[in-house]
C-alpha cells in the first residue's frame, strides 16, 4: 500500500524567534527511526547529535516512563517514548541521573536492557526534550524538521502569531501560505512535517 505524503510546514524567521516552540518540544515530538537500535546509537544516527554531547551532557534519560542508565545497550523503537534531559537539581535529580550513584532508590521505575519494545523496525519514535536541553538541542530537531499532530500545529500558529507579522514567513508544501490558510488545512489532515528555518533574510 503506497504512504499518503503528509502536508510540509516551514516556518522562516529572519531572526531566531524559535524559543517560542521550545515548550511543544517539552510536550513531544515524532521522529524518525530507520530500525530499533540502542539509544546512543539513535541519537547520534537519527537525531545526528555529537556523541560527546550525548555522553557528558543527557545525564537523565527516559524511556517508555521509565528511567534508563545505559543508553548503549537499552533499545529503543517504532513506538516508544524517548524523554532527554540535562542534571536535575536535589536529589531527585541525582536518582534519575544516569548511573549515578542514588540509581538504586528507583529501581522500581527504572528501564533495564532486555525488556520488550513496543515495535520493531522503521517509524517513528516521540522525543520529548526538558530543561537545558531543549535550548541546546532542540533548534537543530526543528530545521532538521519534526512530525506534530494537528491539534499542536494549531497550538503552534497560535504562538507565533503572538509574534509580529514580520518576523516570521509560512510555507505550505513549498508554497507561500498565511497561518489562516494552514490553520483551514488542519481541519482536514490529521498530522503534518514542521520545519523551521533561521536566519533568513
Not at 529572519?14 to 530500525?35: E, N
Not at 521509565?66 to 542534571?87: F, P
Amino acid at each position: 500500500m503506497k504512504s499518503v505524503a503528509i502536508p510540509r510546514i516551514t516556518v522562516l524567521f529572519p531572526q531566531p524567534s524559535v524559543s517560542v516552540l521550545f515548550p511543544f518540544l517539552s510536550k513531544g515530538v515524532q521522529l524518525p527511526i530507520s530500525r530499533s537500535c540502542g539509544i546512543k546509537e539513535f541519537l547520534c544516527r537519527e537525531l545526528l547529535l555529537d556523541p560527546d554531547y550525548v555522553e557528558s551532557r543527557i545525564q537523565t534519560v527516559f524511556l517508555n516512563g521509565r528511567a534508563v542508565d545505559d543508553i548503549e545497550t537499552v533499545m529503543i523503537a517504532n513506538g516508544d517514548t524517548l524523554a532527554l534531559s540535562a542534571a536535575m537539581p536535589g536529589l531527585v535529580g541525582a536518582s534519575f541521573r544516569r548511573a549515578g550513584r542514588y540509581s538504586v532508590f528507583r529501581d522500581n521505575v527504572s528501564f533495564h536492557d532486555g525488556e520488550p519494545q513496543v515495535g520493531q523496525g522503521a517509524g517513528l519514535v516521540t522525543v520529548k526534550l526538558f530543561n537545558l536541553i531543549v535550548s541546546e538541542i532542540g533548534p537543530t530537531l526543528l530545521q532538521q524538521g519534526v512530525r506534530i499532530s494537528a491539534k499542536m500545529l494549531a497550538e503552534v500558529i497560535g504562538a507565533l502569531n503572538t509574534l509580529s507579522e514580520t518576523e516570521i514567513d509560512f510555507r505550505l508544501d513549498d508554497q507561500p501560505a498565511t497561518s489562516e490558510e494552514i490553520l483551514s488545512k488542519i481541519s482536514r489532515e490529521t498530522e503534518f512535517l514542521l520545519r523551521i528555518q533561521v536566519g533568513l533574510s
